[in-house]
């Protein structure tokens, strides 16, 4: 068969092939070349477009570099590169913040840390004081019935013991008195200072240390005296029984001796010598007497215990701080709201209890140092009492919110209540009532300072302003007796004193001038209440003054004189009658006021 000669490819020997192959072979040959032609035509016109290309951003970038170093930047370049060096500024700023907070994390970790130990510390510390704290309560507590057990052996071994125990009544009330304030401070729990509690308590604990060394030393004393007393009666030949109302001679020893450090000690005495019984004197009752030379006396030792820390000069920056706290509040004391007097009252408290308290940016104790409490005590009881001269004489309806305070203060701490007594007493002795007789060798400055006039560049004050001033006085004291307690309380100081008090005026022969000065202001104060109170009995007594009194005033109040004070009476007296009653006293505070 012949074979197909369709199928050619280059190893077909060519006298194989017609014509029509050969021309077909040619073709493809022909193709081929040029299409290989092409192709390196195109090789070459691609090489050159790149190279063209190449040379063409080679220029360009050549061209740009000549124009920044030679042509000046164009305004939005700028701008480019500002909002470039803005984001890179933001960039850091946000890096260095991020730092920052970092660092403030640490640090508060740092300080929770120390705080965390500050506050272990503090507890620890509280844990500690807290047990030493009840140690010294303990010890405190243990001291305390110590003392008492001694003091009533003491008044157990004395000899005519109901008689002698009648002239240091009032320090046997003080012990008890202490001992119940004893035992709301050990009681009271203080969790921010518990040493301050311990502290009060061993002050309280030392108060009465003293007053049963001082009665231990009058009881044996008195045994001493009762004892010569029976030893010499052996030796003598029976005498007559002395009456039976007559006073033993115990007792008249005993005041004697209760009374050595007083400045009327002498006159005492002499009354003592010439008159028997229980008869008074002309210018005061023996028992109110005795009542103002124990609370002399005992405002005499208490000025005494503190004159350590009044005179040490190391302390003069503390004195000066306590000084403050007191009389800060003092001078601020008004009727101007409820809530503005219970602020007073909450710092003077709190002064007193022994916390600290703010003194300006400072925050300071009475505590600080031995007898800060009682210099702090003592001069706000002081101070207080100061004011019936120096604020209540000008405003009179300022006695009330004052006595409010006094009346507060005296009800959880006694001692206050006596030292406020005391300063009372020795501010106004017609308080007592008690009016003071000039003694032997006693010169007029001094006999004048002690009825409480003031001398100016060696003269007296006028009269009219010393009466102004004892009126103030009088009229805060009566306030005082007026005030009611809060939360029902049993009043410290009340009525019952106001009509022990108008009595025993009423049983002295009256002086010119002042006696009618402090009755009408003792009256216009207290005359509402006691006639609430005492109803008929108050209004026979004023009717006695109205009638029997008013003339021996008169009697005593020189002609010509002018007669304020008496003048002044008489008006009220006339009104009180004529309106069927005396009226409640202006600017009394209302028993819902705080």
């Not at 570099?65 to 500024?89: A, F, G, H, W, Y």
């Not at 003080?174 to 035992?183: D, G, I, N, P, S």
């Not at 800060?372 to 101070?383: D, F, I, K, S, W």
């Not at 009595?503 to 009618?516: E, Q």
Request: contains cysteine; aromatic residues 6%.
């Amino acid at each position: 068969m012949m074979r197909n000669t369709n199928q050619l490819d280059e190893t077909t020997p060519v006298y194989n092939l017609s014509n029509h192959m050969i021309m077909r072979l040619f073709e493809l040959k022909e193709q081929q070349r040029l299409s290989t032609a092409t192709s390196f035509m195109k090789k070459i016109e691609d090489f050159k477009e790149v190279s063209r290309r190449s040379d063409e951003e080679e220029c360009l970038r050549k061209k740009q570099e000549l124009e920044e170093r030679l042509v000046p930047k164009r305004e939005s370049q700028v701008d480019v590169e500002r909002t470039i060096q803005r984001l890179q500024d933001e960039a850091r700023q946000r890096f260095q913040q991020k730092e920052d907070q970092i660092d403030q994390k640490l640090k508060e970790i740092k300080s929770i840390q120390e705080k965390e130990l500050q506050e272990d510390l503090k507890k620890k510390t509280l844990e500690l004081h807290v047990a030493e704290a009840k140690r010294r309560k303990g010890m405190s507590s243990s001291k305390l019935e110590s003392l008492l057990k001694l003091l009533n052996e003491s008044v157990t071994a004395c000899k005519e013991r109901d008689a002698f125990l009648q002239t240091v009544q009032m320090k046997l009330d003080r012990v008890t008195a202490l001992k119940a304030q004893f035992q709301v401070v050990v009681n009271n729990v203080n969790h921010e200072d518990p040493l301050n509690s311990a502290i009060r308590s061993e002050n309280i604990v030392k108060q009465v240390e003293d007053l049963v060394e001082v009665i231990r030393d009058d009881i044996a004393k008195n045994n001493a005296i009762v004892q010569e007393k029976n030893a010499s009666s052996k030796h003598q030949q029976p005498q007559p029984a002395l009456p039976s109302s007559g006073v033993m001679p115990v007792t008249s020893s005993a005041v004697k001796q209760e009374h050595r450090n007083d400045q009327h000690g002498r006159l005492e005495k002499k009354t003592h010598d010439s008159k028997e019984g229980h008869e008074d004197l002309d210018f005061v009752r023996r028992e109110d007497l005795v009542v103002y030379s124990q609370l002399q006396a005992e405002l005499r030792q208490y000025e005494a215990n503190t004159a350590a820390f009044s005179g040490d000069l190391s302390l003069k920056t503390l004195r000066f701080e306590l000084q403050k706290a007191v009389l800060h509040p003092v001078n601020e004391i008004s009727d101007q709201s409820g809530q503005h007097l219970q602020d007073k009252l909450d710092r003077l408290r709190s002064l007193l209890q022994g916390n600290a308290v703010h003194v300006g940016s400072r925050m300071v104790r009475a505590t600080e140092h031995p007898g800060g409490l009682e210099y702090c005590t003592n001069l706000l009881a002081r101070r207080l009492v100061a004011q019936g001269e120096d604020q209540v004489n000008v405003n009179p309806k300022a006695a009330f919110p004052i006595a409010a305070i006094i009346t507060e203060l005296w009800l959880e701490f006694p001692v206050f209540g006596r030292l406020v007594l005391a300063h009372f007493y020795r501010q106004c002795p017609y308080l007592v009532p008690y009016y003071l007789p000039q003694q032997e060798g006693q010169s007029n400055e001094d006999y004048y300072k002690s009825l409480g006039y003031r001398y100016s560049g060696g003269k007296v004050e006028q009269q009219p302003t010393y009466l102004k001033r004892m009126s103030g006085v009088v009229r805060l004291y009566a306030a005082v007796l007026i005030s009611l307690p809060r939360r029902n309380q049993r009043h410290p100081h009340g009525l019952e004193h106001a009509w022990r008090y108008l009595a025993a005026l009423l049983n002295l022969s009256p002086r010119n001038d002042i006696t009618a000065a402090i009755l009408v202001e003792f009256l216009t104060v207290a005359g509402s209440a006691m006639s609430k109170e005492y109803g008929r009995q108050f209004q026979k007594m004023l009717h006695l003054i109205c009638t029997e009194y008013f003339n021996m005033i008169r009697n005593v109040t020189p002609k010509g004189s002018g007669g304020g004070p008496v003048t002044r009476l008489e008006e009220f007296l006339h009104e009180s009658i004529t309106k069927g009653g005396i009226s409640p006293p202006a600017g009394q505070l209302s028993p819902r006021f705080w």
